[in-house]
């Protein structure tokens, strides 16, 4: 079954740049999201449509997408950037099936 | 202003079958797919399936294509996900979400709260 790599974990101090990766076969043919979940709340979206910041999303958070790499850039981070981030795309080749990564704990400090 | 609000947390016995609504609310509910996604407690999330309230078309992820039955009731704007035979690995918070589609690119734009599950005898 299709799958989206992400690493567990990514650690970066205040005001540096944290980057995480998502890789899958199917992201040259179909968009990647990704989703901030804080401990104990829903998901809520950052990133649509690769590269997309939905309104109320602070600009110092950015999507692109490569071949089979897409990443989630968070510029200066701040320490209530602190989450689980998780992308999610469709398999292009069996009926659209959505599929999450397997989560990335971002960790500011 | 849009609104998907769940019904409550279950405890279910092994073997047993659990229903779990979302009402939507804010906007035309027949506009925008339906998806369910859960959470087993400290895992990540799983995507389930996904039902358009217009036509009742579904599409479910492989491994809960025999067991898992999503519908809709287009009076009531509500939308409905059905796990049947439970087994303890079900217990999860399960979470509905409106989506856009465009040629099976989804975006999550809104979720409903969460519905915990838990099977236990």
């Known amino acids: 079954s299709y799958e989206l790599t992400q690493p567990p974990s990514v650690s970066v101090s205040p005001g540096q740049t944290a980057r995480i990766t998502c890789s899958g076969e199917?992201?040259?043919?179909?968009?990647a999201y990704w989703y901030q979940q804080k401990s104990g709340q829903a998901p809520v979206p950052v990133i649509y449509?690769?590269?997309k910041r939905p309104s109320g999303i602070p600009e110092r958070f950015s999507g692109s997408s490569s071949g089979t790499l897409a990443t989630l850039t968070v510029s200066e981070a701040q320490v209530e950037d602190e989450a689980d981030y998780y992308c999610?795309?469709?398999?292009?080749?069996?009926?659209?099936?959505?599929?999450f990564g397997g989560g990335t704990k971002l960790t500011v400090l | 202003q849009v609104q998907l609000v769940q019904s409550g947390a279950e405890v279910k016995k092994p073997g047993a079958s659990v229903k779990v609504s979302c009402k939507a609310s804010?906007?035309?509910?027949?506009?925008?797919?339906v998806h369910w996604v859960r959470q087993a407690p400290g895992q990540g999330l799983e995507w389930m399936g996904w039902?358009?309230?217009?036509?009742?078309?579904?599409n479910y992820a492989q491994r809960f294509q025999e067991w898992v039955t999503l519908t809709r009731d287009t009076s009531i704007s509500t939308a409905y996900m059905e796990l049947s035979r439970l087994r303890s690995g079900d217990t999860a918070l399960y979470y509905c979400?409106?989506?856009?589609?465009?040629?099976?690119?989804?975006?999550?734009?809104?979720w409903g709260q969460g519905t915990l599950v838990t099977v236990s005898s």
């Open positions: 979400a409106r989506a856009p589609c465009v040629g099976g690119d989804c975006y999550f734009d809104y």
């Open positions: 804010g906007y035309t509910f027949t506009g925008y797919y």
């Open positions: 039902i358009n309230p217009n036509s009742g078309d579904t």
């Open positions: 199917s992201l040259p043919k179909k968009y």
């Open positions: 449509e690769d590269s």
């Open positions: 999610y795309s469709a398999d292009s080749s069996a009926h659209h099936r959505g599929v």
